[in-house]
C-alpha cells in the first residue's frame, strides 16, 4: 500500500513557476505509475501528467506540454511536478496519485489529498 502526501502549492502570480512534490509511504513505490491530475472550482478533475516506474516515459496532457515536467526519485520515494509559465487557468487543487495507468484516472488506486494552486493575473 502507498500514502500519498502532496506539497509545495500556494499563490503565484500568472507566468511564475511552483514546484510540486509527492511525497510517498512504502516500500512498493517504484512498482507504481504515478500521475498529477487537477480540478479546477466546478470542473471535473483531469489528468495532468504522469511518469513510468523507471521514470524514462512520460506523458503530458497538451495544456501542460512544454510548460509542466514531472519527474520522480525513487531513492526517495518523490515524485514532482516542476511548473512554469503558469496561468489563471492553472488555478485548481492538484493531486498526485499512482497505480494507475496513464491519463486513464479511473485506473488509480492511491490518491493524495491534493495542494492548492492559485495563480492570480
Known amino acids: 500500500q502507498v500514502q500519498l502526501v502532496e506539497s509545495g502549492g500556494g499563490l503565484v502570480q500568472a507566468g511564475g513557476s511552483l514546484r510540486l512534490s509527492c511525497a510517498a509511504s512504502?516500500?512498493?513505490?517504484?512498482?507504481?505509475?504515478l500521475g498529477w491530475f487537477r480540478q479546477a472550482p466546478g470542473k471535473e478533475r483531469e489528468f495532468v501528467a504522469a511518469i513510468s516506474r523507471s521514470g524514462g516515459s512520460t506523458d503530458y496532457a497538451d495544456f501542460a506540454k512544454g510548460r509542466f515536467t514531472i519527474s520522480r526519485d525513487n531513492a526517495k520515494n518523490t515524485a514532482n511536478l516542476q511548473m512554469n509559465s503558469l496561468k489563471p487557468e492553472d488555478t485548481a487543487v492538484y493531486y498526485c496519485a499512482a497505480g494507475g495507468v496513464g491519463s486513464l484516472e479511473s485506473t488509480y488506486y492511491y490518491w493524495g489529498q491534493g495542494t492548492q494552486v492559485t495563480v492570480s493575473s
Open positions: 512504502g516500500r512498493t513505490f517504484r512498482s507504481y505509475v
